[in-house]
């Protein structure tokens, strides 16, 4: 049996990136229903890491290696550049990025950081295999 | 008082969970009909919340609040689906993780109820 990214450990993250798609895409289309004029860009940022989530979520599920990792760097970048830039007094305009994933735990910067760590394990395994 | 008990219950499971990884030891019966008792509760809360949601709820994010009660519900279920696809300590990790979140919507339902 070939190694897969939805197995093992795999299955775990692949998990918790179906909550944080979840958790984050609804949160972001409560923002957008209800609030959206108060800060659109704000809003359309919770939108955009909830489509990240709900790709990499897929792409890990689904073992598509290289999207996965493409949508992991991405998601790294957002929560790194979002958490620099927002302000942690900014509660009604947060995204799921703001203040480094404060919010969540900092789950949201650790985990590209586990994702990434998993892709790089399997594809050793892979090529050990080969 | 309802969240308490959950949140009790969830807290037992996550031990049970945690103990059945270490020994790696599948889920019996008797652990996935506690996860059920889990759910019949989640499902108590929705009722619950929709009731209070009825009554004085002046600055409650009501979209936010049944966002957080309908989530908690979707949860236990996919976990167990996605778990037993593949019946290793992994699989039963998934549903630790499951456990674990939902003390964490409770709080979340929580800060939503007194910001209102």
């Known amino acids: 049996m070939s190694a897969s990214t939805r197995t093992g450990f795999g299955r775990i993250l692949v998990f918790v990136y179906g909550v944080f798609a979840l958790a984050a895409t609804a949160r972001a289309l409560v923002q957008l229903a209800t609030q959206a004029s108060d800060a659109p860009v704000a809003y359309s940022l919770s939108l955009f890491s909830g489509i990240v989530y709900i790709v990499a979520t897929w792409a890990l599920g689904t073992d598509h290696r290289r999207v996965a990792l493409v949508t992991i760097v991405v998601e790294l970048t957002g929560v790194l550049v979002i958490g620099t830039v927002s302000h942690p007094s900014d509660i009604d305009r947060a995204s799921v990025w703001s203040d480094y994933g404060n919010g969540y735990g900092y789950v949201p910067l650790v985990l590209p950081f586990f994702g990434l760590w998993w892709l790089w394990r399997i594809g050793r395994g892979s090529a050990e295999e080969r | ?116």
């Open chain 2, 1 to 116: 008082m309802l969240q308490i008990v959950l949140g009790v219950v969830a807290a037992v499971i996550a031990l049970w969970l945690v103990i059945l990884i270490v020994r790696g030891v599948q889920p019996n019966d008797w652990l996935y009909g506690a996860l059920a008792l889990l759910e019949v509760g989640l499902v108590a809360q929705l009722v619950v919340g929709l009731v209070r949601l009825s009554g004085d709820h002046a600055g409650v994010n009501v979209a936010a609040y049944v966002g957080y009660l309908i989530g908690s519900l979707v949860l236990l279920p996919v976990a167990f689906l996605w778990s037993v696809g593949e019946r290793t300590r992994a699989g039963t990790g998934v549903l630790l993780v499951a456990v674990v979140v939902i003390p964490v919507l409770f709080l979340r339902l929580h800060d939503l109820w007194v910001a209102g």
